[in-house]
Every structure is written in C-alpha cells, then in structure tokens.
C-alpha cells in the first residue's frame, strides 16, 4: 500500500468539484460539494447516534437502503436541521441533481453541515447545480474545501493497495472541527474506491472500522446532528467480488483504516482553537469496550486539555479521568508517560508520581502532538483516542458561532 494523490478522485470513475453557490455570507468561501461516480456503486453509511437527526441523514437513509449510491451532494453554511420544511429541501437537493446528471434521485447521498434552526434556501442550492457539475474534475480539493465550516484545515487522503492481482484505490474527504464526539458519527466523511466488494460486506467493513478511527475521536464532547461517514465502492479496478471475508477482505479494510486512521487525527488535530493533537493511548485494559471508555475519558478531560495547552505535567487529572470513567480498574497499577518528538517523560507509576524533571515536561508538552500513554494492570485490551487541547480561541469561535 502507497500513499496517492487525488483524494476521492484517485480511484477509477469519480469526479469531484466545490463550488460558491450563496449559502454563506462569505463569497470567499466554497459551500457546496459533489461526488460522482460514473457507474452506480455499492454504497455503505453510518450515522450519527444523536436523537435529533438532520434532514438529509432521514433523506439518505431512504435513498441507500437498497445498498447503492451514485453521487453525493454536500452543502456547508446550514445545517438543515429542526426546519418544517427540511426533509423536503434535501429532497429538493437530490431531485435537481438527479436530473442535471440524469441519474434517480434515490442513488444521491444528501448531507448538509453548519447552523442549526436555520431554515436552508433552495434558490443558492438550485442555482449552483449546473457551474458545480461543470467544474466536476479529476482533483477533490475543491470539494474538501466546501464541506469546511469552521476548519483550519483541509482534510483528505489516497492510497493505492492491491486486491487479487488488480491495483485498486481508495481516498477520502471529511470535515470537523467542532461539535466533535463521535457516536457515529460527528463529522462528516466521504470515502471513494474503485474495489469490487459487495454492499453487504462495504456495510460491514465500514461498520466495523468507525470502532478504531471515528468513534475514538473527540474535541469538545458534543455529539453532532447531521454527520456521516459515506463510502462508496463502484468496482472499477476489476478485482474479482469481495463477498466474504478473507485475505481479500482483510487487505480492503486495512487500506480503508489507513484512511480513516489518517482522516480522525486530522480532525482531533484541527479542533476548533487547538494549537496540539492529544493521542492517549491506553493498554492494560480488561476488555476492549473498557479500554475505549478509559481512553476516551483522558482525552474528553476538560482539565487533562488545558493542561495539555499550558504544557504542565498535570498527570493527576489523567488518573482523575480514569477514576470518573465508570470503569473498574486497579488505580494501584496505573503508569502515566507523556511523549512527543521532544522525548518522554514518566509521571506516574503505580498510581503514584514519580520524580521527573519539570523542564523536561515542559519541553515535551509544547510539541504540536502529545501522547499520553497509560498502562493498567487489569487484562491485555488497549485502545487509542485522538483529541486535543482546550484554549481561549475554543471559546471565542463558539461565543459567537452563529454571528
């Protein structure tokens, strides 16, 4: 497997393009994005697991029940959700696109990300169908950009791996920066491959693999309305069927993981006001569903966050964290290392602290990505969270979100 370029682009058959159509305010920035794909493709989704659903994820959830997707379509600047009239705007979305690229209506993911409560005009949407199918090309930056509402950063990925003797390609696009604490899921994310493998077995890769990257991200504990993760397979590379699993399988879900791998530390790294990626990596568990809850419990800490942004060696609000998760464990056999490219630093052994040097501390904490490693005593089940600091511009973004 090879790192590519082109991101949603870099497999066979699909195109991409964002445009400017006029949901924003700011003409600076691109707000509305498409995929497509020139075959019909094999379509797998997951959802966000928050009560109050967006629109276009009740749209979607329609439209792919019959495991099968041939474009998606995205806006950024409103949210469509907690509207009267939502589920028939997003409708709306897939009915004009479906007849500009005259395909059904019901092979188009709809998603739609930005304010709440705001009712979505279909007039800017409408209007920008046709320059968005126009600039359709072979390069998913544009359409990266588009799907960004308070993202820094760009995020999308390719590679190149092989199935049976045919080289085959995935890539990705996703969003988030804030309202970031997946259940599946609370961002956005758009995965493209030419591999052939049949919905039923798409649906379980995906589902499965959201376990390990997605779910095991968080910024601020706060689970989104609208958010997705969307793959499509049309089977283009010309690899004989996955249907099953085997080695087949195996290899197509270990270059889908170094996809969404890649996409969540993006996102935990461009958190809104974020100046450090926080990665715990916890093991020692007693199973796996404990490893998650404790490794998750670190990097949602609002106290382990700011000590991460003021790079203090605050190591009792990690075993703090521990402590709350509701997870029984032997705080007794706890260890605590901090780390970065600047070196490591043990902190805590045996649910004690240790000497270490405080200069030393300070060193490896103001590196832009921190590791907080933390062993237990209780099993052999470990697991890895992605989030990241909490600073004064986290505030200030979100004081004023809608303004």
């Not at 075959?39 to 792919?64: D, E, M, S």
Request: proline share 2%; glycine share 10%; aromatic share 6%.
């Amino acid at each position: 497997m090879k790192q590519v370029d082109g991101g949603v682009c870099a497999a066979k058959g699909y195109t991409a393009a964002g445009v400017y159509c006029g949901i924003r305010k700011n003409k600076s920035k691109k707000d509305l994005a498409l995929i497509y794909s020139e075959t019909k493709a094999a379509c797998a989704c997951v959802y966000t697991q928050n009560l109050v659903k967006g629109a276009p994820i009740l749209v979607t959830k329609a439209n792919v029940a019959d495991g099968y997707a041939q474009a998606i379509i995205c806006n950024s600047g409103n949210a469509n959700t907690c509207n009267a009239n939502g589920v028939e705007i997003a409708q709306q979305m897939c009915d004009l696109l479906g007849s500009a690229l005259k395909i059904s209506a019901s092979d188009i993911v709809v998603a739609s990300t930005g304010v709440i409560g705001k009712p979505l005009d279909i007039e800017p949407i409408a209007s920008g169908i046709a320059p968005l199918i126009a600039a359709l090309g072979d390069d998913s930056n544009a359409a990266a950009e588009a799907i960004m509402t308070t993202d820094l950063a760009k995020k999308e990925i390719a590679f190149a791996f092989t199935l049976g003797g045919k080289t085959c390609h995935i890539g990705g696009i996703a969003k988030g920066s804030g309202m970031i604490q997946p259940n599946m899921a609370t961002m956005l994310g758009f995965i493209t491959t030419d591999a052939n493998i049949s919905p039923a077995m798409l649906q379980k890769a995906l589902s499965a693999d959201i376990l390990d990257s997605f779910n095991m991200v968080s910024v601020d504990g706060d689970t989104s309305t609208n958010d997705m993760v969307t793959l499509l397979a049309n089977g283009m590379a010309g690899n004989a069927e996955i249907t099953s699993t085997g080695a087949d399988y195996d290899a197509f879900c270990a270059a889908l993981s170094a996809v969404t791998q890649y996409l969540s530390r993006s996102i935990a790294a461009d958190g809104e006001g974020a100046t450090k990626l926080i990665v715990c990596k916890l093991t020692g568990a007693c199973d796996k569903a404990a490893a998650v809850k404790l490794s998750k419990s670190v990097i949602n800490s609002p106290l382990v966050k700011c000590a991460m942004f003021g790079a203090d060696a605050n190591w009792g609000r990690v075993l703090c964290a521990l402590g709350y998760a509701g997870v029984p464990t032997d705080v007794n056999q706890v260890g605590v290392t901090f780390s970065s490219l600047a070196g490591q630093i043990t902190v805590c052994q045996n649910g004690m602290g240790v000497d270490f040097s405080e200069e030393l501390a300070k060193i490896v904490l103001s590196e832009k990505e921190i590791t907080i490693s933390v062993t237990l005593g209780d099993g052999d089940a470990s697991a890895t969270a992605y989030g990241c600091d909490l600073t004064y511009d986290y505030v200030k973004i979100n004081g004023d979100y809608r303004t």
